[in-house]
């Protein structure tokens, strides 16, 4: 079946480091989100990007979706302690399919 | 705006024990989604409703789930009997289009303890 990949499962930061979570998909997707959880919260949606080569910015967050939209980033620049969290992509493979497949997410911590 | 409410917000049974969860959608929101969360992982959807019509339910254990969604608001999700490998956070979620192309809503969860 469909499946996204994600890497990498765990990324420690000193605070004011930039981090990078990659997220692949072995065929083609419709579209891509990213949500982010809280330690002990819930999904939260940040975003969707649908076009090829779309590069969306939140503040310090960029999230990219590649040019044969199997893959996307997501990029935080000099992060804070408020980042802290798993981050998750989830695809979307549209035609019948409305159902978001989501990765195994990127737990990111950071050290003040 | 309300969000997605779950309750209970956690339930811990004895196995083989039936428990439920209930979820009430934002307002609106057609498509409901019922997600188990094991620890350290994605969300995994069990089923999918438009309205109250299950339009995908190939993830979800039939021999011991069932979901309703009746009027097409409110939903339950069922175990009976429950196993110890059901223990896990079982999110619910809505969107507004049946393509979640303005994201999804994730309601609290229930986290269940099945001892």
């Known amino acids: 079946g469909q499946q996204v990949m994600q890497i990498p499962q765990y990324q420690h930061v000193q605070e004011g480091e930039d981090f990078t979570t990659y997220c692949n998909s072995s065929t083609t997707l419709s579209n891509i989100q990213w949500y982010k959880q809280r330690p002990g919260g819930h999904p939260v949606f940040l975003i969707q990007?649908?076009?090829?080569?779309e590069v969306k910015k939140q503040k310090r967050l960029t999230f990219q979706f590649g040019e044969a939209k199997k893959n996307s980033s997501l990029h935080i620049t000099a992060t804070q302690t408020t980042d802290v969290g798993t981050y998750f992509c989830?695809?979307?493979?549209?035609?019948?399919?409305?159902?978001?497949?989501f990765g195994k997410g990127t737990k990111l911590s950071v050290k003040p | 705006e309300a969000g997605v409410v779950q309750s209970p917000r956690y339930k811990i049974i004895e196995k083989k024990q039936p428990v439920a969860f209930w979820c009430n959608p934002i307002?609106?929101?057609?498509?409901l989604y019922w997600y188990r969360q094991n620890l350290g992982q994605g969300p995994e959807l069990l089923i999918r409703y438009e309205n109250e019509e299950a339009v995908d339910d190939s993830q979800l254990p039939k021999d011991r789930f069932s979901a309703e969604r009746l009027k097409g608001v409110d939903s339950t999700l069922k175990i009976q009997p429950a196993e110890l490998g059901d223990s896990a956070v079982y999110l619910c979620?809505?969107?507004?289009?049946?393509?979640?192309?303005?994201?999804?809503?994730f309601g609290s969860g229930t986290r269940l303890t099945v001892v």
């Open positions: 989830a695809g979307n493979y549209g035609g019948s399919q409305g159902n978001l497949i």
């Open positions: 979620a809505s969107s507004l289009d049946g393509w979640g192309n303005y994201g999804y809503t």
């Open positions: 990007l649908v076009k090829s080569g």
């Open positions: 307002s609106g929101h057609n498509t």
